[in-house]
């Protein structure tokens, strides 16, 4: 991976490990638009709704006595003070700045408070948090700052400011979790209150269990309060809106249809598919393995105005809006969107590791998810030897298979899978059902839509194949934690009839077809296949559907509000429940097919 450097301060800081470019802040000469899969997807909320720099920000608070610059892990808060601070003096504003990293706890209580929730050291997963802001900082010392009468302005900055309890203008600072991952691999950013600056994994299991569970409870807690949203991607350029343009603007995607801003992040097994295909992409990257297109703990949602882009979190939509989301399953699952979309790529590239899922029962109780992670592969692009591994076979013996693993694990010993483990060819659109408990891998030569529930790091691995990782290190292996899960009842002839969907036509009309993809009794979403060549109307019946075109160039989408919207090959976008029936269209020759998944 490439390191980029941006001037964060006085003298450039390496802070971003990566090889992807960051997205841009303006949009330059395509308006909005792109021809093909567009890695910038953006929503328009009108002329002058979004400002860019600095000087435009500290303009906007020049008449602010009192503020408070709140906002997420990740933030570059010393580079901030310093771009205001600027501007402010070139107003000829005097400020006194009380930052809140002087009024956390010592680190030493900090890391004793959050060690509960990061379970084994050295092991992959913790449980989700329990605690809350407040528990981080000496809030009755925050909360007693004296304000500097004598000042134009007194600003408190830094993640937790509005626990000061200010009666002031508050802004909100957020950053987009790729970027914060980015930062986090570079060293360049830390957990909320650590004293010292860990390895990746590590601060990545923290950040997961602890820190932005704390993090968007406060973020939900502000909501109403916030006057300005930040997006800070940028190192020194900023962009901003006001939040009642921001929250307009996510009342009317609440009510139509929307796309979030997939990532995409190089693996132990990756391919080439989308590096080849997708513009915009760093083509001197090893492999892609991954694209996030739906996995709303990850991903962002892009507004634009004038050309200027500002990316908020997507939790941002559900908190304000998850009844118009979801419809007749917002009190299931509140503010949790539920379903997730994304890519595996192994076309030239590797096998996913052997593996599983947890038991509902068992990620509850070991981890404090809600739900768990039961899969499906849907095969978006197949070579003619790609194949999936699931379930095993009918001879299995689990003590046999079990000694090999461990064995493998401890002495790097090759293990015959295909002794133990089911192997099926995989044909473009076939549709594959991977309830927890159930061993599976894809194979290499494919692009793979998994749809699955939200959860996403739960994956226990068996065997990797007897490789590393990109940084040369073994990936993880959890032999103990799959065999506590493992379904040895999904074995030989049962595997082709439980875990391969057969589709069937559901509905037809003089040019269309809807196919029903059953998925297995224990996913609580389900599957359809639209199939059109000019265009079909789709009633939603209150619920949130999540779509993509997987044959054919373009379709549009008309929502019954008169949003008219287009999306690519590939592409995943959502209609929210209150958006109501709506119309696709086919914008391409030959017929274009659309997979919807919806909940139960």
């Known amino acids: 991976m490439d390191i980029d450097t941006i001037d964060s301060t006085k003298e450039n800081v390496e802070v971003r490990k990566t090889g992807e470019a960051l997205m841009p802040d303006r949009l330059e000469g395509r308006n909005g638009q792109a021809l093909g899969y567009d890695i910038y997807p953006s929503h328009a909320l009108g002329n002058g709704k979004i400002s860019s720099g600095y ?70 997963w913790g449980t989700k948090a329990s605690l809350e802001i407040d528990d981080f900082f000496m809030v009755e010392l925050l909360q007693g700052i004296s304000q500097d009468e004598t000042a134009d302005i007194n600003i408190v900055i830094g993640t937790g400011a509005s626990l000061c309890g200010w009666d002031g203008t508050l802004l909100y600072f957020d950053l987009p979790k790729n970027e914060l991952q980015y930062r986090m691999r570079s060293g360049s950013i830390n957990n909320l209150g650590a004293a010292h600056v860990q390895d990746p994994v590590s601060m990545y299991k923290r ?17 109403n309060k916030i006057t300005v949203l930040a997006d800070t991607q940028w190192g020194n350029k900023i962009n901003w809106s006001k939040t009642a343009d921001l929250y307009e603007g996510l009342s009317k995607m609440s009510q139509s249809v929307f796309r979030a801003r997939p990532w995409f992040s190089p693996g132990a097994w990756g391919g080439q598919y989308m590096k080849d295909r997708i513009a ?12 996030f297109e739906l996995i709303v703990p990850e991903n962002g949602l892009v507004f634009e105005s004038d050309g200027w882009l500002l990316e908020i979190s997507f ?32 076309f030239d590239g590797g096998n996913l590791s052997i593996q599983c899922h947890p038991s509902l029962d068992y990620i509850q109780k070991e981890f404090g998810e809600t739900i768990t992670q039961d899969e499906t592969y849907y095969m ?22 079990r000694k090999e693993l461990d064995e493998s694990n401890l002495d790097g010993k090759k293990v015959d899978i295909d002794k133990y483990v089911k192997s099926l060819p995989a044909r473009q659109h076939d549709f594959f059902l991977i309830p927890n408990g159930t061993v599976h891998s894809a194979g290499s030569g494919s692009l793979v839509l998994e749809i699955s529930a939200t959860p996403y790091i739960f994956t226990f691995k068996m065997y990797d194949w007897q490789r590393m990782d990109l940084d ?49 009794p224990e996913h609580f979403y389900d599957v359809h296949r639209m199939e059109f060549n000019t265009s079909i109307n789709v009633e939603n019946n209150d619920a949130c559907h999540i779509l993509m ?43 274009a097919r659309v997979v919807k998944a919806f909940i139960k």
């Open 55 to 124: 000087d435009t920000l500290a303009s906007f608070l020049a008449d602010s006595k009192i503020v408070m610059l709140d906002g997420y892990a990740g933030v570059f808060w010393d580079s901030i003070k310093e771009d205001l601070e600027r501007e402010f003096q070139k107003a000829g504003k005097t400020v006194k700045w009380f930052d809140t990293s002087d009024y956390l706890k010592p680190a030493s209580d900090i890391e004793a408070m959050v060690a509960p929730f990061l379970g084994t050291p050295g092991s992959v």
């Open 207 to 223: 950040f997961y269990f602890v820190d932005w569970v704390v993090l968007n409870e406060h973020k939900k807690a502000l909501l």
């Open 280 to 291: 915009g992409l760093n083509k001197n990257e090893v492999n892609y393995a991954w694209s």
């Open 315 to 346: 939790d941002f939509l559900m908190f304000s809006q998850y009844k118009a989301v979801l419809g007749k399953h917002a009190e299931r699952f509140k503010t949790d969107f539920p379903i997730r979309f994304d890519f595996l790529d192994t």
């Open 380 to 401: 978006l692009e197949a070579k003619e030897d790609a194949l999936v591994y699931l379930g095993f076979q009918e001879d299995i013996d689990r003590v046999e298979f």
């Open 472 to 520: 040369g290190k073994p990936r993880p292996i959890n032999i103990e934690h799959a065999f506590n899960n493992l379904n040895f009842e999904r074995r030989g002839d049962r595997v082709e009839k439980e875990l391969v969907s057969k589709p069937y036509i559901m509905d037809k009309g003089s040019d269309w077809s809807v196919y029903h993809l059953p998925t297995h």
């Open 549 to 591: 075109l997987v044959e054919g160039s373009s379709v549009s989408v008309e929502t019954g509000d008169g949003t008219l919207a287009t999306f690519q090959y590939a592409e995943t976008f959502v209609v929210p429940a209150a958006a109501g029936n709506y119309k696709l269209v086919n914008e391409g020759q030959g017929t």
